[in-house]
Nanobody
Framework: QVQLVESGGGSVKAGESLKLSCVAF???????????MAWFRQAPGKEREGVGA???????GYADSVKGRFTISMDREKKIVYLQMNGLRPEDTAMYFC????????????????????RGQGTQVTVS
């Protein structure tokens, strides 16, 4: 069973940066030929929003709200997916979650995986 653990959240001022990491544990990850990893966020009273997604073929997509500011990347060997967040804004304040679709791929520009086979517990990002 694959488990995901996020880290890197924190409290920052508007305009500053944070880098989130998500490490995958367990399962036979190396046996998955193609998979998708993604970040989504949820703020109190708001709907969940897909922030960005990446698959093992290199397809990447972002939500319009973060394009040009956030960058998603993957270290397949280390089973880590990153989210570099620059130019943070108060509206980026949310709990950020990592998710995995262990058999899926995405189209370029798609900000979420098609399904969620595993997700982490989240890491809080607060921008003031």
């Amino acid at each position: 069973q694959v488990q995901l653990v996020e880290s890197g959240g924190g409290s920052v001022k508007a305009g500053e940066s944070l880098k989130l990491s998500c490490v995958a544990f367990g399962g036979t990850y190396s046996s998955y030929r193609s998979y998708c990893m993604a970040w989504f966020r949820q703020a109190p009273g708001k709907e969940r929003e897909g922030v960005g997604a990446i698959d093992t073929d290199g397809h990447i997509g972002y939500a319009d709200s973060v394009k040009g500011r956030f960058t998603i990347s993957m270290d397949r060997e280390k089973k880590i997916v990153y989210l570099q967040m620059n130019g943070l804004r108060p509206e980026d304040t949310a709990m950020y979650f990592c998710a995995a679709d262990l058999f899926g791929r995405i189209y370029t520009g798609q900000a979420e995986c098609d399904s969620v086979d595993a997700r982490g517990q989240g890491t809080q990002v607060t921008v003031s």
